[in-house]
């Protein structure tokens, strides 16, 4: 080290001491203190005696080695006094020596202060950031959605306009074909055959159009979730010899047979949505027949594990595995619609039959015919009364009232109001008709007719409304709906009587005379 | 009565609120500004232990933060008893830099009792601490706590849990 001479050493040594007021204390191995310098009250530890375990007034002695050189920088002591401490060691003894350092401390820390401040500044700025990043590929991510999204929607709706354009195409044929059979059947010189036949013609034509209507109606109820099914208990055997009775002769002008059977253990009488299970039969039927050239349409239907198994195979030229596949894609891809009108139908048989809880089986090869299986779990309606319950027989004569009753119609549709009117004048019955659901109410509570025949889309409340405030009124005689709405069970309650338009006028008078009668 | 007398140093980055841990075990007292420490601050509690027959006086090191031990923090460490580590759970650099020092002090010191705190438990809604990094702490270190100093939760249960594993250190070594 440097030497100095000593009056400069003496000099500095004096300027230091009384500038840095240095304070020194000397203890021993056992930390009792030997002797002080300074100014002890400074830092108050005066009034210690000699001897005393200093561990306890200066308290960063704790775990401190005697014996060892040691500096600590800036320790804070009480509120108002920072020190730098060093131990120096003197053989078993050490000299404690506290420098002042309150003077240094202050600027030390407005430095630091800034830096961390700064750095905190700086970390939360970078939280920021990464959040911003995060938004910002959750939008890129929810952009792309949206980008799917719209591509799909212009996908769907030009399937929209191929589909409109296909089902244009198969309306236009039956429509083409009514209005040329209207225009023959009014020309002058037609005669009695003629107009026979166009009417035939215009009826058959009419009954294409509901059916495709339906079918699109079902489709879309179908696509949007929407169908719901109305189960009711109804005679099933009855519905199988129906459709035999309407296969059987489409069948034979093909010159195909036609054979039904139907296992003794199928139960009679069966809780299930007729109106669907009719429709899928008639489906499945439909199709065999229309695609068989030669042999025959065969129906079969068994019963086990409460499941009703109905069998349609047919003769015809069969399903290649391949269109097989595509058929069951289709439906499993819950397209919305297929190609031609019998996809459509078929579609939707597969869509109804899933909704009925039921499964569909296809065996079928190219030129073997087809076989189609479909199993329909079916409450059973074990009740014998209900299952007993007495067809009505259609003869003409039940349908002619045996006394004076008037019926109030209310339809917003003339032609439907004028074909009423003209069977019901026919049967003899007196006629009040309106077309607003409000006026039906005040109609039917001042004239206090013997039935009401209630359209249910109308103006006003709507037909279903009617129906209940009438009840509400304390109208008790019958209100039966007629109505080319499909309507839940909720709402049928409100009716005595449901008829889906087009009805059969000859059962819709039957049963007008059963309820007035 | 017997006294004992513990060195404790409470370590941990800059601004996770050691100083304000300490505020609050030995105050009682909490305050929202900031105020860096510089060097170090010593503290003193007592504790009672009764089923010990024990009086616990803590020496509390408050640490000025940091990232990294120096050889003038080493000197702040030396006889220290035991290492309260703290971690700012709304920083999750912060949790490295507790793991980082630890790694530094048991390097230099050997391994001493030693207890985490998350610390700032009441600003949940900022919290960027996973629970799989709070069970990485939990097998590294037997003893993690979330504290608030703001609210004093859960400070008083770390000190005594330190203060519990340095007598049991002691009484060991004895
Ligand atoms: N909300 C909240 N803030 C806290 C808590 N602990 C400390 N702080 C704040 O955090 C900042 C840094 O605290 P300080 O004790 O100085 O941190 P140190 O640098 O580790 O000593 C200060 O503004 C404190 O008020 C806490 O538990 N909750
Ligand atoms: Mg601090």
């Known amino acids: 080290m440097m030497q100095l001479p000593a009056c400069v050493v003496h000099n500095l040594q004096d300027e230091y001491f009384s500038s840095e007021r240095l304070f020194c204390f000397l203890i021993d191995e056992n930390y009792a203190l030997v002797q002080i310098w300074g100014d ?115 996908r769907s709706s030009a399937n929209k306009s191929r589909f409109i354009a296909m089902m244009s195409h198969e309306f236009r044929t039956p429509l083409a074909s009514i209005i040329n059979y209207a225009q023959l059947a009014q020309e002058q010189d037609a005669s009695r055959n003629d ?67 139907v296992d003794s253990d199928v139960p009679k009488v069966i809780f299930a949505d007729e109106v669907r299970f009719r429709q899928i039969l008639i489906n499945l039927l439909g199709n065999a027949v229309k695609f068989t050239q030669e042999g025959g349409v065969r129906l079969k239907v ?13 003769t015809g030229p069969g399903i290649s595995s391949e269109d097989q596949e595509k058929v069951f894609k289709a439906f499993e891809r819950g397209s919305k619609r297929s190609e031609t009108g019998a996809g459509l139908g078929l579609t939707i048989t597969l869509r109804l ?41 259609v003869p003409d004569q039940d349908a002619l009232a045996s006394r004076p009753l008037s019926i109030l119609i209310c339809d917003d549709d003339d032609d439907m109001i004028a074909l009423v009117e003209h069977y019901l004048h026919r049967s003899g019955y007196g006629l009040i008709a309106t077309s607003d659901s409000s006026d039906a109410i005040a109609k039917t509570i001042k004239y206090d007719p013997d039935l009401v025949l209630m359209d249910c889309n109308v103006p006003g409340i709507g037909g279903v409304g009617a129906a209940k405030l009438l009840r509400q009124q304390g109208y008790e005689k019958p209100i039966v709906a007629l109505t080319a709405s499909r309507l839940n069970e909720e709402e049928r309650r409100a009716f005595t009587r449901f008829f889906r338009k087009p009805a059969p006028m000859q059962e819709l008078l039957v049963e007008i005379k059963r309820l007035t009668h | 009565m017997t006294l004992f007398t513990s060195k404790v140093c409470i370590v941990g980055d800059f601004a996770v609120g050691k100083t304000s841990i300490a505020e609050r075990f030995v105050n009682n007292h909490f305050s929202e500004s900031y105020l860096t420490t510089i060097g170090v601050k010593i503290d003193t509690k007592l504790i009672e232990v009764p089923d010990l027959g024990v009086s616990h006086k803590l020496v509390i090191w408050d640490i000025a933060g940091s990232d990294r031990f120096e050889h003038t923090e080493f000197a702040y460490l030396r006889g220290a008893s035991g290492y309260i580590y703290v971690i700012d759970g709304t920083r999750t650099s912060t949790l490295r830099s507790a793991m980082s020092l630890e790694e530094q002090v048991t390097d230099r010191f050997g391994s001493a009792p030693s207890v985490v705190l998350l610390n700032k438990s009441d600003l949940a809604g900022d919290w960027d601490v996973n629970e799989s990094s709070v ?36 009484m060991r070594a004895e």
């Not at chain 1, 068994?302 to 047919?314: A, G, I, Q």
């Not at chain 1, 015919?369 to 007993?388: K, L, R």
């Not at chain 2, 504290?147 to 250190?169: C, H, P, Q, W, Y």
């Open chain 1, 302 to 314: 068994t019963y086990s594990s409460d499941r009703l198994v109905v069998t349609v195979s047919d």
């Open chain 1, 40 to 154: 002890a009250q400074r830092w108050g530890l005066d009034d210690i005696p000699i001897g005393h375990d200093m561990r306890d007034a200066a308290v960063f002695l704790v775990g401190c080695v005697i014996g060892e050189p040691q500096a600590l920088r800036f320790v804070r002591l009480s509120r108002h006094s920072v020190a730098h401490v060093h131990l120096i060691p003197d053989g078993r003894q050490s000299y404690v020596v506290l420098i002042d350092a309150s003077d240094e401390h202050d600027p030390t820390q407005a430095k630091q202060q800034k830096t961390n401040e700064l750095r905190l500044m700086h970390a939360r700025q970078n939280r920021l950031i990464g959040r911003q990043r995060e938004l910002i590929s959750e939008l890129i991510e929810i952009r792309s959605e949206l980008d799917h999204h719209r591509q799909e929607a212009e």
């Open chain 1, 195 to 261: 107009i026979q036949k166009s009417v035939e013609t215009i009826e058959r034509s009419a009954r294409h159009l509901t059916s495709l209507v339906e079918a699109l109606l079902d489709d879309a109820s179908l696509s949007a979730g929407r169908l719901e099914l109305v189960e009711e208990q109804f005679d099933c055997h009855n519905l199988f010899e129906d459709l035999a009775r309407m296969m059987a002769p489409m069948a034979a002008e093909k010159g195909l047979s036609f054979a039904t059977f």
């Open chain 1, 353 to 393: 039959v899933q909704l009925m809880g039921g499964e569909v089986s296809l065996d079928s090869q190219p030129d073997e015919g087809c076989t189609v299986s479909i199993y329909i779990p079916v409450n059973v309606q074990a009740d014998p009364v209900a299952a007993e319950a007495p067809v009505l027989p």
């Open chain 2, 135 to 170: 069970k990485a702490l939990h097998a590294h270190f037997g003893a993690v706590f979330k504290t608030s100093a703001k609210t004093g939760d859960a400070v008083e249960r770390a000190f005594e849990k330190l203060a519990r594993r340095i007598l049991d250190n002691d």
